[in-house]
């Protein structure tokens, strides 16, 4: 039986992933993660605005320098805040740490909304030994003058920069809100994406009705989160020319085979992780070889794509058609809802 997958042209023992998270930013875990069987791991994010507070620092720096006495650098901290994550400097450094500690591909992280700096660090992280580079980019469109057009244009042109500026492999975290996924993503990789990871999740903010505000807390994620990733893995499987990973939702073995099913190279898992342990990537991994050893799926590529929307015999799943149909026959009465608390 053979649970081999391509990712990102990347020959991986599996599909199984650790996404960004901080437990992906210690080289322990990085260890605890390859021997739970992890196929490969992305490192958490090196944010834009780490690269820009660093060369704002070097500025000062020099500034300083010129202006007064040598004595005057000591007084510019390595940088300026530090909001999560690693500087530059050591984020590359933990990239080489990485690369050293485990056998399996290090996916690097770059996370913004602008391209100030990212061609460099790129650069720099394909020599610190990198096997890829995945990019996030978290923009959330608060500018209601600007159109999707606009936007999309703003992420093909750093894609696009970045991707002519390395030899590496590069993914794209995408985001859900978007009026059409799968046109965006056909045209990312005409630009140069080799692969998507369905889906960034966004900072959601809840309301503390106590203090009437808002509240900016990091939930970790329910497994109902996999259906929409799912939904897009299906559509896009075949008919975009790069690897799909699934991010979002996933905590058990069937999820990791739903995955596979709509259409996904990858799998990804973060809060199951943080929720469990590094050590659970093996509940994961070995759960999926069982899974297809008691079915006697020779390989991840008999199952992979098979209920996408390219090789599905019916398609009004995805369509008004089914939606109609469902709506019509749910049941009106809330007597079918138990357990669901009544409200009287
Ligand atoms: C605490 C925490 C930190 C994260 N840090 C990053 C990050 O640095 N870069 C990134 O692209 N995603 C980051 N993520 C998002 C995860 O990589 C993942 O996409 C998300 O949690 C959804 O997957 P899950 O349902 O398996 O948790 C983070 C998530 C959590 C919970």
Known sequence: MSLITRYLGLTLKNPMIASASPLTGKIDNLRLLEDAGAAAIVLPSLFQEQIEAETENQAARVAAFANSS???????????????????????????????????PIIASLNGSSRAGWIEYSKHIEQAGASAIELNMYLVPINLLESGREIEAHYIDIVEAVCSSVHLPVSVKLTPYLSAIGHFAVTLAEHGAAGFVLFNRLMEPDIDLSQMKLTHTLE??????????????AILAGRVDASLAISTGIRTTEDVVKSLLAGADAVMTTSALLRYGAGYMATLTTGLGQWMEEREIASVADIRGRLSWQRSQDRSVYTRTDYLHILEHYPASAENHFPFPRID
């Open 70 to 104: 040598p004595e005057a650098l000591s007084y510019f901290p390595a940088a300026a805040t530090r909001p999560y994550g690693l500087y530059p400097e050591r984020y590359l450094d933990f990239v080489r740490r990485a690369k050293e500690a485990v056998s399996i």
């Open 220 to 233: 970790l994620s329910d497994p109902a989160e996999l259906r929409l990733p799912l939904l897009w893995a």
